[in-house]
């Protein structure tokens, strides 16, 4: 069972709202926009050329959406994603440095960055090479992990810019009792609506 499911089901008991677990927005697509990105285009294009992105393999890809972990609808209107440990690679902690300080957040960018110091030489190594590929617009070994990087990037930066909330993030290293099995049944619970309960405050406090 992905590590995503219970963890989204302890987040849907906590908020006492279903996620839609396959929720598409028209502007939370594959490949930056003007239109979707506004006043944030310039700076995406330069992210994406700063992490190896080659236009004319980008212009080669098939449109398409991209679907968060899930969607918690309102009164929340918030996406809702889980990173596990493939997300906290050195691409991420470049994509993170672009960050402006007043950017509103539903998680801890510096520690998230903290993250990438620590496990970004494991991240590249998780699971099959699928995770380490080329991509046709990261055309060199890893290209899945800088694509896995820009793609979180639009998942934030998007959301706020067409009427929702930041987007709520999650990190494996903060559930590893509850991956694990050590902690269950309501104190899980209990620990998920404290964890839930920091994010939604901070996203209260960038107002």
């Known amino acids: 069972m992905r590590l995503e499911i219970g963890i989204i089901a302890l987040v849907e008991e906590v908020l006492g709202v279903p ?23 310039p700076k995406i294009v330069t992210l994406f050329e700063k992490i190896g992105g080659d236009w004319g393999g980008l212009s080669t890809k098939a449109d ?11 009164p929340y209107n918030f996406i809702f994603e889980f990173d596990e440990l ?9 994509t993170l440095g672009f960050y402006s300080e007043d950017l509103a957040l539903g ?9 990438c110091v620590k496990h970004q030489e494991m991240a590249l190594q998780k699971g099959t ?39 709520l993030r999650l990190a494996e290293f903060e559930v590893t ?20 309960g ?3 405050a901070q996203m209260e406090s960038v107002r």
Do not use: C, V
Not at 20 to 39: D, I, M, V, Y
């Open 86 to 94: 493939q997300h906290f690679t050195a691409f991420r902690q470049a």
């Open 19 to 41: 996620a839609e677990r396959h929720a598409q927005f028209n502007w939370l697509t594959n490949k930056p926009s003007l239109a979707h990105f506004g006043e944030y285009y």
């Open 107 to 115: 998680f801890d960018r510096h520690a998230y960055l903290q993250l």
């Open 129 to 167: 090479d699928r995770f380490r590929r080329k991509t046709a617009d990261f055309p060199f070994p890893n290209g899945r992990a800088a694509q896995r990087a820009l793609f979180d990037t639009f998942r934030d930066w998007l959301p706020p810019l067409h009427g929702l909330k930041p987007t």
């Open 198 to 200: 920091q994010r939604l």
């Open 64 to 74: 398409g959406y991209l679907t968060p972990d899930a969607y918690f609808p309102a």
């Open 177 to 196: 009792d509850i991956l694990s099995g050590k902690l269950t049944g309501e104190a899980a619970k209990d620990y998920i609506h404290s964890l839930i």
